[in-house]
């Protein structure tokens, strides 16, 4: 996990790494406690971490596996956030983002447990947006299509699975193309930022227009 606090005009940043499993709740609530002990209530909290086991439909009574996408993707999400909203509604400000995906929206064959794991994220999104609407925080989740990152480098990739499985996935998306990390930087700064604050429960789709279709 990786916190930021805004440094004071002028000043350079404070950036603390805490390396730590999100599974892991007792290590996690220490990490928080110590961020907010030595920065105080940070401004903004990105709940990012998330795993993937491909699960098909005859997999899902494999219940250790099935288990770990539910408890990185839902349990750790949830409990990053609650880490650390008291002290940020405590100090009425702040941003909180989850990382949700289109799979939470519309099916992914042969991903059960993620899209699960990602339909939870948009229902926690949604009732802390409406729990913590008055206080002084937001809580909203970005919503990535395929994105380009170590999970997915193989899809990018020009053989023969990536060409066929890219060929299939772009067929649903009108932007005609995979995402890059950098289009997902407009969408963070809109809801880590003050144009954002009437919004909160939502789920922004950074897509090429993967949900609209």
């Known amino acids: 996990m990786i916190a930021r ?17 999100v599974t892991d709740l007792r290590a996690l609530a220490d990490a928080a406690r110590d961020f907010i002990r030595r920065f105080g209530a940070p401004e903004l909290v990105i709940a990012n971490a998330g795993v993937n086991t491909g699960t098909h439909g005859d997999d899902l009574d494999d219940v250790e596996k099935l288990r770990r996408v539910l408890d990185v993707n839902v349990t750790g999400m949830a409990a990053t956030l609650a880490a650390f909203a008291p002290a940020m509604r405590e100090a009425r400000r702040g941003t909180l983002v989850g990382v949700a995906s289109v799979g939470g929206f519309r099916g992914l064959a042969g991903n059960g447990a993620y899209c699960a794991s990602k339909s939870a994220v948009d229902g926690i999104t949604k009732a802390l947006g409406c729990e913590w609407g008055d206080s002084g925080i937001t809580v909203n989740a970005l919503g990535p299509t395929v994105f380009r990152s170590p999970l997915t480098q193989w899809m ?25 990390p950098s289009d997902l930087a407009g969408p963070l700064l809109f809801l880590a930022s003050k144009a954002s604050d009437f919004y909160t429960g939502h789920v922004l789709y950074a897509d090429g227009g993967y949900t609209a279709g």
Request: charged share 35%.
């Open 156 to 180: 990018f990739e020009d053989s023969e699975r990536s060409r066929d499985v890219r060929k299939g996935f772009l067929a649903r998306v009108p932007k005609g193309r995979l995402g890059e």
């Open 5 to 21: 606090r805004a440094p004071p005009a002028g000043l350079a940043g404070t950036v603390v790494h805490y390396p730590l499993d």
